[in-house]
């Protein structure tokens, strides 16, 4: 979930008896055809000269595209192999298995098709122009692995160059799984969200997004620690993310380290990986809430999290409450698609996230299940039906129906 840039291994061996690399080999995904293609009757339905009319149509009335090609149901995971996983910039050829990858989870669990783009440059201008003129092949654009503070700047251009929704998955699927967790750790320990002292360890793609979706949702009292500390106003050199966050959290977070930070707070999330303190989580207030996110070394062991903390997520499988962005991107862009949305909400994210954590009934809910797991078959469909809800509610659907 968080990456860090790290120079990228060489030499890596492709031994035959390694069953990640057999199941890698050639790909994981293909293009299938949808229709037959038996014998001539059939290519005259589906290419020359059938498909001349569908054309004439689509010329005719552009939105025909959705109806008539894989456009309504198609998207694009970009990215420049910036920020991929744990291993940082390893560049876009890299990246394509875990591109690949995310196509995959799009299908399984949304039922969308999404294809890897991964592009050969990190320039800005370049990414945003080359997304903007590939756009009408897609229904929607999945920014993935950029670094911060570029994915910002990308994604804020796309969305206000394009008419269809532009999600950047690091940034607001990583947000909608915390605030479902917190949703019902919250519930579990009998707080309120406006009373909650929360620290947030990382102020990029992550950090932001979480600390804009808590807000959101009622949250008042962030403080958000880089390396250099809490993120403050009184603070000089900030970048203009940074700027960002200390004047949205200047009426709580004050000048100190993180273990400063978590002295009485309720909820410590991390998104930057390193270590936190021992000592320092031992002086969170009672029933604490720990989201330590970074993979695959959690920046609080939950053995360590559980002596002080009632409930503890982490971005692993091998631990209860794993906080995985499969939960959201699915059901975001299912719901966004079928309603041909023009663009992805703060509440459209906000709705999901209480749409995942209302899965999890009253008498389920315990410190060891407070997130459905990514396998749960109602977590897509009921966070679409959320995203298209609110996206006709706030009229941001050209499909009203």
Not at 31 to 40: E, I, M, S
Not at 151 to 175: K, M, N, S, Y
Not at 176 to 187: D, F, K
Not at 251 to 266: C, E, H, I, Q, T
Request: include cysteine; glycine fraction near 8%; hydrophobic fraction near 45%.
């Amino acid at each position: 979930m968080v990456a860090t840039d790290i120079d990228a291994p060489t030499g890596v061996p492709d031994p035959e008896d390694d069953p990640v690399f057999a199941l890698h080999r050639g790909g994981k995904m293909e293009v299938a055809a949808t229709v037959p293609l038996r014998d001539a009757h059939d290519l005259s339905l589906s290419y020359t000269p059938g498909v001349a009319r569908v054309c004439e149509a689509i010329f005719a009335d552009p939105e025909a595209a959705h109806e008539y090609t894989w456009v309504s149901n198609t998207v694009a995971v970009v990215t420049d192999g910036t920020a991929v996983l744990g291993l940082g910039n390893i560049g876009p050829q890299a990246s394509m298995p875990v591109m690949e990858g995310k196509a995959i989870l799009f299908k399984q669990f949304g039922g969308v098709d999404a294809i890897p783009v991964a592009l050969d440059t990190t320039d800005t201008d370049e990414i945003v122009e080359t997304v903007i003129r590939l756009a009408p092949t897609f229904g929607g654009i999945n920014l993935e692995d950029i670094a911060s503070p570029r994915c910002f700047e990308i994604e804020r251009r796309l969305i206000e160059a394009l008419d269809i929704p532009v999600f950047h998955d690091d940034q607001h699927g990583t947000a909608v799984v915390v605030l479902a967790g917190l949703l019902n750790a919250v519930r579990l320990t009998d707080r309120d969200l406006g009373d909650l002292k929360v620290v947030i360890s990382g102020a990029g793609a992550a950090g932001v997004a979480i600390t804009k979706i808590l807000m959101s949702a009622g949250v008042r009292k962030i403080s958000v620690i880089d390396r250099q500390g809490v993120i403050h106003t009184s603070r000089e050199n900030l970048d203009e993310v940074k700027s960002w966050l200390a004047n949205k959290t200047s009426d709580w977070a004050k000048p100190g380290s993180v273990a400063d930070a978590l002295v009485g707070a309720d909820v410590f999330i991390g998104v930057s990986g390193g270590t936190i303190p021992e000592e320092a989580v031992a002086q969170m207030a009672k029933d604490a809430i720990v989201f330590a996110l970074a993979n695959p070394n959690p920046e609080v062991h939950p053995d360590i999290a559980n002596k002080y903390a009632r409930v503890v997520a982490t971005g692993r499988s091998d631990f209860p409450n794993q906080l995985n962005n499969v939960l959201v991107f699915p059901g975001i862009f299912r719901g966004a698609l079928d309603v041909r949305a023009t663009g992805i909400s703060e509440s459209m994210k906000v709705a999901a996230a209480h749409a995942i954590a209302d899965l999890i009934d009253e008498d389920e809910l315990t410190e060891a299940y407070v997130i459905p797991s990514p396998f749960d078959p109602r977590v897509a469909p009921a966070v679409a039906r959320a995203v298209t809800d609110t996206a006709r509610r706030e009229g941001l659907a050209r499909r009203p129906y």
